[in-house]
């Protein structure tokens, strides 16, 4: 059960680098907003060593999608830039 709550936690750290790159390149602040939670919550859990800040920081990252604070997929830039014409 330890090595799952390791494993989460890394995914919600991960998911905290990527969504702070996202925020860097398409200036989403909702992207800032979900990898503050994320993040706080996986240092919390593991400084506590228990499984109930990862639940609450999945409950917080929803209740912020459902606001419409979700950055999207890839933004709005997508995979191709613009040509400068």
Known sequence: M????????FLF????????VNFIYYRKIGALYLAAVYGSTSVL????MDWRPLLVGFGIAWVLRLLGYDPGLFGQKGFKKKKDD
């Open 2 to 9: 330890v090595y799952l709550m390791y494993i989460i936690q």
């Open 45 to 48: 859990s593991f400084y506590l």
């Open 13 to 20: 750290y991960f998911l905290t680098v990527g969504l702070i």
